[in-house]
């Protein structure tokens, strides 16, 4: 029986079996809004115990961001431990290992151009129709300073609008692109060609999540605009339609760079993150140039958002 320490009631009960461990999961948290330290596991056993992985998810719904320290384990265990959640999925830009479809490498080197997409706040491949459930971020090489990721709690953000604000988006949908952010620094042919077999996605401005049920507010960068802004209670001639949408949409996808709503990681080699990206957001910081910092990131996909 493994035992689920939590730093914020500093015991708990049982919950799950995992007899393979045979020792106690902690938890830490990392800031009030989301993000937890587990401690006690090595993910590459957990990826062969049913019962570990049904805990972690439970975490995961939790605390929407968990970190793990000293994962040494291979690809295959890591392909295997994401894969309990979901199918993976390649990414049509980003290269993937030819031996583990669905894990894919990010990474750079002193030779790498800035390429715009991570050092951004975003949800990612919202312009699928059917985005990730999540990603599990495995740390390979990276800077002795530097490179950190955030993660933004985007229910929390919802929680916290103003009421009218609320309101107004509540039955509002957006038009997320990969052609005007990945295809951008495309030729013209290539970015068509990146729309034709990636068509823009539409979804709902607040997504319910489909496990917890929380409102998450849904739009990042790869929203271009909303879709049915234009009615007689928002638009009293056409020229408020530009800058009442556009401001609107500024200000709401703005909320993932309120500190109150993140947490900050520091990479070592081996140290895992997996986050929720139903519920969260993410930037990776790019601010070690030159320097090499390697991952492997294994996306799980998810569903239609609702």
């Not at 062969?48 to 970190?67: E, Q």
């Not at 309120?258 to 790019?286: C, F, G, K, L």
Request: hydrophobic share 40%.
């Amino acid at each position: 029986m493994t035992t689920i320490i939590d730093s914020q009631t500093l015991s708990a009960p049982a919950v799950v079996s995992a007899g393979s461990l045979g020792a106690s999961i902690s938890v830490e948290r990392l800031t009030c809004a989301l993000g937890a330290e587990i401690g006690g596991v090595n993910l590459g056993v957990a990826s062969r115990d049913p019962g570990m992985m049904r805990a972690i998810r439970a975490l995961l719904l939790k605390h929407k961001v968990l970190f793990f320290r000293d994962q040494d384990f291979t690809r295959a265990e890591h392909v295997a431990f994401a894969s309990h959640f979901g199918e993976l999925e390649d990414h049509p830009v980003a290269g993937s290992d030819p031996d583990h479809p669905g894990l894919v490498r990010i990474y750079k080197s002193p030779d790498s151009h800035n390429d715009r997409y991570e050092n951004a706040w975003h949800t990612d491949a919202t312009w699928r129709e059917k985005p990730p459930m999540g990603c599990v971020l495995r740390c390979v090489e990276c800077p002795p300073v530097g490179g950190d990721t955030m993660w933004a709690n985007m229910a929390l953000a919802y929680e916290m609008l103003p009421a009218h604000i609320k309101t107004q988006i509540g039955g509002l949908r957006a038009r997320h692109s990969i052609e005007a952010s990945f295809g951008a620094a495309m030729p013209i042919e290539k970015r068509l060609a990146l729309r034709a077999q990636f068509p823009d996605a539409e979804h709902p401005v607040v997504r319910t999540h489909p496990e917890t049920g929380e409102k998450i507010l849904f739009v990042n960068p790869f929203a271009t605009h909303f879709t049915n802004f234009h009615t007689p209670n928002n638009v009293r001639y056409g020229q408020d339609y530009a800058p009442g949408a556009a401001n609107l949409l500024h200000y709401l996808i703005s909320q993932a760079q309120i500190p109150e709503y993140q947490v900050r990681w520091r990479w070592r080699p081996n140290s895992v993150a997996m986050w929720d990206n139903r519920s969260t957001q993410h930037y990776a910081v790019m601010d070690y140039p030159p320097c090499h910092r390697k991952m492997d990131r294994a996306g799980i996909k998810g569903d239609t958002p609702v």
